[in-house]
């Protein structure tokens, strides 16, 4: 199971992620302060997928203010990168962009063992 932390910008909702794959739990948080909060209550967050637009480089800088080595952090391609630290996903739709980033933690992770 991989637990993602979508952030969206306050009042954007991607509910419809959750649920999508029985092997991603999607959590979510609307802005950086939730953001900050919810990554320091649930330290079992695996990565974080910022969809927050032009919120997007003070919701990664609160993160790594607070959590000088969170989560792995996601952005799509289109966004302009706020800071070092993050990676590209090369997709826009939400679900598309949960699976790359799956697929990505996967890879890094090497292969299972039987």
Do not use: W
């Amino acid at each position: 199971m991989i637990s993602v932390l979508v952030v969206t910008r306050r009042g954007e909702d991607f509910a419809d992620l959750a649920g999508r794959d029985p092997s991603v739990e999607v959590l979510q948080a609307q802005g950086a302060e939730d953001a900050v909060e919810k990554l320091a209550r649930n330290r079992r967050i695996d990565a974080v997928l910022i969809l927050a637009g032009q919120e997007t480089a003070g919701i990664v800088s609160a993160i790594q203010e607070d959590n000088p080595v969170p989560p792995p952090l996601f952005l799509t391609e289109a966004t302009p990168s706020p800071s070092t630290g993050v990676r590209r996903l090369a997709a826009e739709e939400p679900g598309q962009l949960i699976e790359l980033l799956v697929a990505s933690m996967e890879a890094a992770a090497g292969p299972s063992k039987p």
